[in-house]
């Protein structure tokens, strides 16, 4: 069993506001982008140090997944094996703020 993935309040906001903006225009692509994300999330589970360090912030268990054009941001928590992902942030935006 791996580490458990829990969204914040705010990064559950974030990835439905982004699936609700894409589906506008292209519902299809939407969906795509919405699994495509939830799936980088899956990945965490087993391998919760995959992402890089926030470069930004250079903490080292405060890391993000790169998954074009969004950045999923997410802190580590080895003392009981848990990740909270805090944000999708759209990097065309700047800097990972810690909420909306």
Known sequence: MGFAVVL?????????????????DNPPAAKRMGHSLVAQLR?????????????????????E???APYRIVYQINDSDESIEVARFWHSARGTPEPDG
């Open 43 to 63: 990945r965490l589970e087993d391998f919760p140090r995959i992402g890089r360090i926030v470069p930004e912030f250079q903490i080292e268990t405060l890391r």
């Open 8 to 24: 914040s309040r705010v990064a559950v906001r974030d990835l439905a506001e982004i699936v609700e903006y894409i589906g506008r």
């Open 65 to 67: 997944i790169v998954c």
